[in-house]
């Protein structure tokens, strides 16, 4: 089941440049993404969503951009921090379903 | 910040044991679900839970696990007869009416079993 996809399973950046986190989505049914931060051992932890009527929403660094005709939503995380490096995942729902699809996540690591 | 809380953070039980996992949701949500996490692999939902019922599972929710919101707070999940593929971090979660689809997550009960 690959309904939501994270291409790149690893991202480094230098600190106080932009991270830009990628995740495609095959079920055009879904209509609200979200995006999890995730530590080792840890839950994990909301960082923004989107809903399907838009196609940006931005909450201080964070800013997530959708793509319906594409089916691609992006995290735009600027400056980036050292503390900014941890899993990162993208989730999806769908209409009338109260689940989450995750994608696999992508390992973020932000340099000095 | 209101939190959702879990207990055992850590459980090793032998293979044929049961097992509950306990979680306490944030107060006034209403919206309640068990989530999992095989090492290696990515989040994957089990159950949620609304209205004091399953409202919706997966195939991974077999015969073998359930759910109960057994008082006003807490909320668990039990796996009658542990198997070695049932170790896994399970995350309880939780959301209210109005948040959309926000869940929030706990920390995580990680279940060895052996």
């Known amino acids: 089941d690959q309904q939501v996809k994270q291409n790149s399973p690893s991202l480094s950046v230098q600190e106080g440049r932009i991270s830009i986190l990628n995740c495609d989505y095959t079920?055009?049914?879904?209509?609200?993404f979200l995006w999890y931060k995730k530590y080792p051992a840890e839950g994990p932890t909301f960082l923004i969503s989107i809903s399907s009527i838009k196609d940006k929403n931005e909450d201080g660094r964070f800013t997530v951009f959708l793509n319906k005709s594409a089916k691609h939503l992006s995290l735009h995380i600027v400056p980036s921090q050292p503390g900014d490096s941890a899993v990162y995942f993208c989730a999806a729902s769908a209409l009338n379903t109260d689940k989450l699809i995750f994608g696999t996540g992508t390992r973020l690591q932000v340099f000095p | 910040e209101p939190e959702v809380t879990q207990t055992p953070s850590h459980q090793v039980t032998q293979m044929g044991q049961e097992v509950i996992l306990r979680c306490v949701p944030i107060?006034?949500?209403?919206?309640f679900y068990w989530y999992r996490q095989i090492l290696g692999q990515k989040v994957e939902f089990l159950v949620s839970?609304?209205?004091?019922?399953?409202?919706?599972k997966s195939e991974i929710f077999d015969d073998q696990f359930s759910v109960e919101r057994p008082d006003g707070s807490n909320f668990t999940l039990k796996i009658r007869s542990t198997k070695l593929e049932d170790s896994a971090m399970y995350f309880c979660?939780?959301?209210?009416?109005?948040?959309?689809?926000?869940?929030?997550f706990g920390e995580g009960s990680w279940l060895t079993v052996v």
């Open positions: 979660a939780s959301r209210d009416r109005v948040a959309g689809n926000t869940i929030y």
């Open positions: 079920n055009s049914m879904f209509d609200y």
């Open positions: 839970f609304y209205n004091n019922e399953i409202s919706e």
């Open positions: 107060s006034n949500h209403l919206y």
